[in-house]
């Protein structure tokens, strides 16, 4: 089943404590990316990756790390979490179909964040 | 920033009525996407509209698009219970790179 998966779906931790958030996608896409969403603000792009070593910072970068090594895998790191990063976060996949032709995202469940 | 914004921010409709949803985008765009949130599930893809293309169909699902405008519509005839959800705009713009920005999003509620 083509799918994006997310790991771990829920997490509670305490500031400072640095965590990893996985991100696999089995499509084959190039386009990789992550959003945070919080109430009344919609999905806010923290990074995103066109291809494997490729990546960008989105609308909201500060205080996250991604890294692309491979083609399925964009882990999302928070090396010193604070409480405003509490939030649910979603990593999506999308094919690129030539440099303008963006397409359809595919989104995982999400991973819903708490920091105390 | 935000780019795109969708009006209004929360609807309820009976079941069998028309929902329409507005979105309006600062910048230039390569094309527009409309997607579906179920209660904080991950956001599914309903359809995409290129920048040179006015209207799209698929199903109960109307989307208009209007550059001179910089605004967009989503229809959904015919509404069902089932339609209950958010729905969000997102849009890539031509320069700045590859970002996708999405707006707020507009809750809708069918009361069967």
């Known amino acids: 089943e083509a799918q994006v998966t997310q790991n771990p779906r829920y997490l509670i931790t305490v500031t400072g404590k640095k965590l990893t958030v996985t991100c696999s996608q089995n499509m084959n896409h190039e386009y990789m990316s992550w959003y945070r969403q919080d109430p009344g603000l919609g999905l806010r792009q923290i990074y995103y990756s066109m291809n494997v070593e490729v990546t960008d910072k989105g609308d909201v970068p500060e205080g996250y790390k991604v890294s692309r090594k491979e083609k399925r895998n964009f882990p999302l790191i928070l090396e010193s979490p604070s409480p405003n990063q509490t939030s649910l976060y979603f990593c999506?996949?999308?094919?690129?179909?030539?440099?303008?032709?963006?397409?359809?995202?595919?989104f995982g469940p999400g991973t819903r964040l708490t920091v105390l | 920033s935000q780019q795109g914004e969708e009006d209004p921010q929360a609807l309820s409709i009976q079941e069998g009525e028309n929902a329409t949803m507005n979105c309006s985008y600062k910048t230039s765009i390569n094309n527009l996407q409309w997607y579906r949130q179920n209660s904080g599930r991950g956001l599914v893809h309903l359809i995409l509209?290129?920048?040179?293309?006015r209207e799209k169909h698929s199903g109960r699902l109307r989307v208009t698009l209007d550059t001179s405008k910089k605004s967009s519509s989503l229809l959904i005839t015919a509404s069902r219970a089932a339609d209950t959800a958010s729905y969000f705009c997102?849009?890539?713009?031509?320069?700045?790179?590859?970002?996708?920005?999405f707006g707020a999003g507009t809750r809708l509620f069918v009361k069967a």
């Open positions: 997102a849009t890539h713009a031509r320069t700045g790179g590859f970002k996708t920005i």
């Open positions: 999506a996949s999308s094919p690129i179909l030539g440099l303008a032709a963006y397409n359809e995202q595919f």
């Open positions: 509209i290129r920048s040179n293309e």
